[in-house]
């Protein structure tokens, strides 16, 4: 590595997050310490890797990553926990992390890590932006205009969509045009791919 690797540790346990820094520090890694999200987001961190403990609400992963997205830091995260449930792997991962880590960690998985990810940075970035973007795009649709865009992914026409929601096709062109205009897209096949960039799980 060019330039040490920055760990920045989410961990309300004043205990975990000292032995977190105090393996990264062994490993010749830069440690930043914070006792929840909110400590975290005082300074968003533009660079290195954020590892977030996932054990509760009050310091999730999914969390930390909703924050950083609203104030545009593209760094990935890492989701830790002293009991990695299938379950909450499964939420962290589609909120975006880049990987989950048991607690303690284990030099040689963090070490691995830290220099896979490194690798991935500037390509988890703009994957992780056009995402974000994706899904802020999508998220300004009606109900109705997102079910019009479900079926035009499925390769719907305009008629084969007004028979499935059960109205006339002409409604169905108007909330089609809305729906393009609120994506900004100029043709279906955009749309179509916008729907896919917000719908991707792994980031």
């Given amino acids: 590595m060019e330039q040490t690797q920055v760990l920045h540790i989410v961990d309300n346990s004043c205990r975990s997050r000292a032995e977190q820094a105090r393996k990264g520090f062994d490993l010749g890694l830069h440690c930043e310490v914070?006792?929840?999200?909110?400590?975290?987001?005082?300074?968003?961190?533009?660079?290195?890797?954020?590892?977030?403990?996932?054990?509760?609400?009050?310091?999730?992963?999914?969390?930390v990553l909703s924050l950083l997205s609203e104030r545009s830091a593209w760094v990935p995260v890492v989701a830790t926990s002293v009991d990695p449930r299938p379950g909450k792997v499964v939420e962290?991962?589609?909120a975006g992390a880049l990987d989950y880590l048991r607690l303690p960690l284990r030099e040689e998985r963090l070490l691995a890590m830290v220099a896979r990810?490194?690798?991935?940075?500037?390509?988890?970035a703009a994957a992780r932006r056009k995402v974000v973007e994706a899904r802020n795009r999508i998220a300004t649709l009606s109900p109705r205009e997102r079910e019009v865009l479900d079926w035009l992914a499925e390769g719907r026409s305009n008629k084969m969509i007004a028979r499935e929601l059960c109205i006339s096709?002409?409604?169905?062109?108007?909330?089609?045009?809305?729906?393009m205009q609120k994506l900004s897209?100029?043709?279906a096949a955009e749309a179509?791919?916008?729907?896919?960039?917000?719908?991707t799980t792994t980031l």
């Fill in 169 to 179: 096709p002409r409604t169905v062109e108007i909330h089609r045009a809305n729906m």
């Fill in 185 to 187: 897209a100029t043709h």
């Fill in 117 to 124: 990810i490194s690798d991935e940075a500037d390509a988890y």
């Fill in 92 to 94: 962290a991962i589609k």
């Fill in 192 to 199: 179509v791919r916008l729907r896919i960039e917000a719908d």
């Fill in 34 to 63: 914070y006792a929840d999200a909110a400590e975290l987001m005082a300074s968003p961190p533009q660079r290195g890797v954020v590892l977030a403990r996932d054990d509760d609400a009050e310091s999730s992963a999914s969390e």
